[in-house]
T-cell receptor, first 109, second 116 residues
Framework: QQQVKQSPQSLIVQKGGISIINCAYE??????FPWYQQFPGKGPALLIA?????SEKKEGRFTISFNKSAKQFSLHIMDSQPGDSATYFC????????FGTGTRLTVIP | NAGVMQNPRHLVRRRGQEARLRCSPM?????VYWYRQLPEEGLKFMVY????????ESGMPKERFSAEFPKEGPSILRIQQVVRGDSAAYFC??????????????FGEGSRLTVL
């Protein structure tokens, strides 16, 4: 059973555009929602995270939007760059960290 | 300060052999997590360990898989009698405390197991 559902599976964006990745969850015990970035051949690395008591968190070009009532959250990458091309995983944690299935982002120059 | 170290990075085994994957957590980290990543899929939680204790193994297959994190030395994920379906990347992550509650896990670069 997939604890966190993520879409789209893949995404192609022009340089300078906005990349949007969406996630949804069911377990209301989740209390921390991080996003991880993974480059080919590497392990995932924490990108940005949010707690459910805030609706938005911004760090540079990366923004998480959180909708507690809908149990949904999303990652927005503003002014997307070719260097952002990677696989992005949303996750949710209570005692353990559960990952979405990932979104492969390609930013075209 | 070295990151999470996993070895081997690549391992090839024939069906029926044993695979041992090692993970040395970051210095000062006492919590270790193992995840499995299949091609084009996300990371599946397998097991969470502290020193000498298995805290949660709800993601571990009931047979052939075991994990340990001894008082001294690395954490080891052991797969006995490997089958082709075990081919995957196995990632280890560590945290200084219960990092999963804050999402702050530090991942190694993975061990890629290929079963022929």
């Amino acid at each position: 059973q997939q604890q966190v559902k993520q879409s789209p599976q893949s995404l192609i964006v022009q340089k300078g555009g906005i990349s949007i990745i969406n996630c949804a969850y069911e377990n209301t015990a989740f209390d921390y929602f991080p996003w991880y970035q993974q480059f080919p051949g590497k392990g995932p690395a924490l990108l940005i995270a949010i707690r459910p008591d805030v609706s938005e968190k911004k760090e540079g070009r990366f923004t998480i939007s959180f909708n507690k009532s809908a149990k949904q959250f999303s990652l927005h990458i503003m002014d997307s760059q070719p260097g952002d091309s990677a696989t992005y995983f949303c996750a949710a944690s209570s005692n353990n960290l559960f990952f979405g299935t990932g979104t492969r982002l390609t930013v075209i120059p | 300060n070295a990151g999470v170290m996993q070895n081997p990075r690549h391992l090839v085994r024939r069906r029926g052999q044993e695979a041992r994957l090692r993970c040395s957590p970051m210095k000062g980290h006492s919590h270790v997590y193992w995840y499995r990543q299949l091609p084009e899929e996300g990371l599946k939680f397998m097991v969470y360990l502290q020193k000498e204790n298995i805290i949660d193994e709800s993601g571990m297959p009931k047979e052939r898989f075991s994990a340990e994190f001894p008082k001294e030395g690395p954490s080891i994920l052991r797969i006995q009698q490997v089958v082709r379906g075990d081919s995957a990347a196995y990632f280890c992550a560590s945290s200084p405390q219960q990092g999963a509650q804050t999402g702050e896990l530090f991942f190694g670069e993975g061990s890629r197991l290929t079963v022929l």
